[in-house]
């Protein structure tokens, strides 16, 4: 049989597939992705949920630097994926993030605003995103419930 309930540990991160067929997930660099899931794994229900999440730079020192590090997780919150729930830094405490559904509105403005103009604001790169605004245009699959 299986471990007991007691014993058991969630092995898994969960994202959507609505979520990752987005135009701001297609838009995030593969550091903003890992940071994503390492962020989700830190998800412990009883200390706030998705609403607490804490990821130290210590716990990824070993795979980026510093300013990689920084810069992915401004990345998530410029795509709308995290938000900053209290800042760190003061007295060597790490930043408090949550979880955002802004990342759906941050899509839309990215299909809706095609091409050139995307890119000019900042909401896509250049190689991926003329590819797959493509595929995004006429297939919103992550409006609405995502099924």
């Known amino acids: 049989m299986g471990r007991p309930k007691s014993e058991r540990v969630d092995p898994y991160v969960m994202v959507e597939h609505y979520q990752m067929d ?32 804490i990821l130290p730079y210590s716990e990824v020192s070993w795979r980026m ?36 559904q802004e990342w759906i509105e941050i899509s839309r403005r990215i299909v809706d605003k095609e091409g050139k103009a995307a890119i000019r604001e900042g909401l896509a790169k250049k190689p991926s995103f003329r590819n797959n605004l493509r595929n995004l245009i006429g297939s919103r699959k992550w409006e609405g419930n995502g099924r």
């Open 65 to 100: 630097s510093r300013s990689s590090f920084c810069s992915g997780m401004a990345e998530l919150c410029k795509y709308g994926f995290t938000k900053v729930v209290e800042a760190g830094g003061l007295l060597r405490k790490p930043s408090v993030y949550a979880v955002s």
């Open 22 to 53: 987005s135009a701001a997930w297609t838009a995030l660099s593969d550091r903003a992705v890992w940071l994503y899931l390492e962020l989700k794994k830190q998800f412990k229900k009883a200390q706030g949920g998705d609403s607490h999440l």
